[in-house]
């Protein structure tokens, strides 16, 4: 069975502080991708890697990084959270030649007080 | 630029009844198009697509949608709706060979006794 997994599923962390969130998949995927979800407008890719080291912005990549030193492993980083960063965020990852056929994780649910 | 429209950011159906979600689509040439459905406190899963071929397309769950170019649709039917489709379901378009899913808003489904 595919498998997407985020490293927490809430989150709760301070304004101005560094945020780590982790995904990893176990289907040896090239792409991955991360997205933010908020009620209204749907999912909006923040960025995403079609292979280890690299990455491509997506539509909303302002106050965010990502990492990608491994094929499994897609890290994204608020280097310094506020609080219009709170919302769902999403992991998913697809085939290189599928990428409309993406498998998500459960998410994670930030909240930046 | 691609663009997807939900008409709906609600909708409420009676078991057994007909669920009819609609999407519609903007876009420069003719893209590929999904449907994803997300239960409560789960990732998105695929539900269907259309990439080509035959217009009208079943995916899961007894779910079904029709690709119509001169409408520039892709609404998603059901023809008697079960408490467990109580979800949020999203379209999405992609460029045949783009690396890029745009999703529309989501509709999220309220399946009443």
């Known amino acids: 069975d595919v498998k997407v997994t985020q490293s927490s599923r809430y989150l709760v962390k301070r304004t101005g502080e560094k945020v780590f969130l982790e995904c990893v998949q176990d289907?040896?995927?090239?792409?991955m991708f991360w997205y933010r979800q908020d009620p209204g407008l749907g999912l909006r890719l923040i960025y995403f890697s079609y292979d280890v080291k690299m990455k491509e912005k997506g539509d909303i990549p302002e106050g965010y990084s990502v990492s990608r030193e491994k094929k499994e492993r897609f890290s994204l980083i608020l280097e310094s959270a506020s609080t219009n960063q709170t919302s769902m965020y999403l992991c998913a990852s697809s085939l290189v030649n599928k990428p409309y056929e993406q498998y998500f994780g459960p998410g994670t649910r930030l909240t930046v007080t | 630029a691609q663009s997807v429209t939900q008409l709906g950011s609600h909708v409420s159906v009676s078991e057994g009844a007909l669920v009819l979600l609609r999407c519609n689509y903007s876009s420069s040439v003719p893209p590929y198009l999904f449907w994803y459905v997300q239960y409560p406190n789960q990732g998105l899963q695929l539900l269907l697509k259309y990439t080509t071929g035959a217009t009208l397309v079943k995916g899961i769950n007894g779910f079904e949608a029709e690709f119509k170019k001169s409408e520039t649709s892709f609404h998603l039917t059901k023809p008697s709706a079960h408490m467990s489709d109580a979800a949020e379901y999203f379209c999405a378009v992609i460029k045949a060979a783009g690396n890029k899913l745009t999703f529309g808003g989501g509709t999220r489904v309220l399946v009443k006794p």
């Open positions: 289907m040896d995927h090239e792409n």
